[in-house]
Structure formats: structure tokens, C-alpha cells
T-cell receptor
Framework: GDSVTQMEGPVTLSEEAFLTINCTYTATGYPSLFWYVQYPGEGLQLLLKATKADDKGSNKGFEATYRKETTSFHLEKGSVQVSDSAVYFCALVKAGGTSYGKLTFGQGTILTVHP | GAVVSQHPSWVICKSGTSVKIECRSLDFQATTMFWYRQFPKQSLMLMATSNEGSKATYEQGVEKDKFLINHASLTLSTLTVTSAHPEDSSFYIC???????????????FGEGSRLTVL
């Protein structure tokens, strides 16, 4: 079945450091890929998405490129802030689905950014 | 602000009792809602798809008699954990699908989650 694997956390960085959170997936066809973020005490929020190969999703300084050849969707940010501290989830949805609700999630990566 | 709200955010109950968790879409109607379960340091696992006005669709391995889902209105879905036991302790998260005008487009909004602890 479909699966998503994220790098082990937690990740601890200093402010303004470069961030990479690795995400690889296993799925048939051409899934859509997502990064969700969960800030303390809040629900998951969509951070960015990409629906086809070579697409780059970007939001709030975060970027991720859909790499079909390596089945990856790594999340990057050039300069993290303390406010980026959160749990980040990589997810996919099967291609061809009429609803994007049936997501397959990675295990989540806790990011802590220190001043 | 939040567009999907869950209540309660945390609950502690005795073994054998039933617990109801509500999921509300605050400013849109959701014909489809989803319930996930998350164990510590593990991924979110889809439990079931809640469809307004019809029976929920459960994922393989999820006991429908244990986890009762009712989607009685376009803004409310409830998950009832019946005869809860310690192994049911978990973080339960709902999401609601908000349709857009364009066919097959929309966005998924998540609730804050509900932490259940069964003693």
C-alpha cells in the first residue's frame, strides 16, 4: 500500500539556520503530495502542496519539489525562525481520487528553533 | 481562526465508559469529514470517512461497533468511543473537506485534536 517516510526527529536548529526535512513516498501512479504543519495547541494546517512531478510548492519561505525519479518531497527553508517550531507532516493522496481527504501521512517531524 | 473545531480537546475517562468527541465545521458545510487516530511518535492513521446523511466508511481493521460515527448535519460529525479501554487512549483528529466551485477541488481543514486517556 501507499506509505510516507519522514526523517527521524526531533530536529533542533538555531534561528536563521537552513532547514531540510526529508520525505520519501511509496505509491502507485502519480499521487499529490503535501506538507502539513501543526503548531502547539492547534490543528494541522496545509503548508504547501504539489500535484505533479517537478512541481514546486512554496509558502511562508518553505519549499518542496515533487521528485518522481527519487520519490521524494523534501521540505526546505533557507532561514528558520523561532515561530517555525512545530510538527511537520508529509502526506500524499492517491492519484485520481475525487476527494483529498484520504491522506496517507508520514510520522511527523518535530522542529524546535532556538533564538 | 479555526474553521474546524473539536471538542473536547482532552478527556479522561474510566475503563468501560463511552466518550463522545465532536467535530464541527465553523463557517462552511462539510458533506465529508474524516477521523484520524495518532499514537505517540507515530503517523496519523485514517479511521473512517464520515458522510452526511449516510453510514460512515471504515478503514480496514477499525471496529465500527467500537468507534461509532454519526454525521447528522452538514456541520457536525461525532465520534463515540464505546466501552473505552486503556488501549483506546490516543489522539483523535478530525478533518472536514471544504468544496470549491471547480469540480474535484477543495481544501481539507483539520481540527485541533482530542486527547483521550482511558484509566
Amino acid at each position: 500500500g501507499d506509505s510516507v517516510t519522514q526523517m527521524e526527529g526531533p530536529v533542533t536548529l538555531s534561528e536563521e539556520a537552513f532547514l531540510t526535512i526529508n520525505c520519501t513516498y511509496t505509491a502507485t501512479g502519480y499521487p499529490s503530495l503535501f506538507w502539513y504543519v501543526q503548531y502547539p495547541g492547534e490543528g494541522l494546517q496545509l503548508l504547501l502542496k504539489a500535484t505533479k512531478a517537478d512541481d514546486k510548492g512554496s509558502n511562508k519561505g518553505f519549499e518542496a519539489t515533487y521528485r518522481k525519479e527519487t520519490t521524494s518531497f523534501h521540505l526546505e527553508k533557507g532561514s528558520v525562525q523561532v515561530s517555525d517550531s512545530a510538527v511537520y507532516f508529509c502526506a500524499l493522496v492517491k492519484a485520481g481520487g475525487t476527494s483529498y481527504g484520504k491522506l496517507t501521512f508520514g510520522q511527523g517531524t518535530i522542529l524546535t528553533v532556538h533564538p | 481562526g479555526a474553521v474546524v473545531s473539536q471538542h473536547p480537546s482532552w478527556v479522561i475517562c474510566k475503563s468501560g465508559t463511552s466518550v463522545k468527541i465532536e467535530c464541527r465545521s465553523l463557517d462552511f458545510q462539510a458533506t465529508t469529514m474524516f477521523w484520524y487516530r495518532q499514537f505517540p511518535k507515530q503517523s496519523l492513521m485514517l479511521m473512517a470517512t464520515s458522510n452526511e446523511g449516510s453510514k460512515a466508511t471504515y478503514e480496514q481493521g477499525v471496529e465500527k461497533d467500537k468507534f461509532l460515527i454519526n454525521h447528522a448535519s452538514l456541520t457536525l460529525s461525532t465520534l463515540t468511543v464505546t466501552s473505552a479501554h486503556p488501549e483506546d487512549s490516543s489522539f483523535y483528529i478530525c478533518s472536514a473537506w471544504r468544496e470549491r466551485e471547480k469540480v474535484n477541488t477543495g481544501e481539507l481543514f483539520f481540527g485541533e485534536g482530542s486527547r483521550l486517556t482511558v484509566l
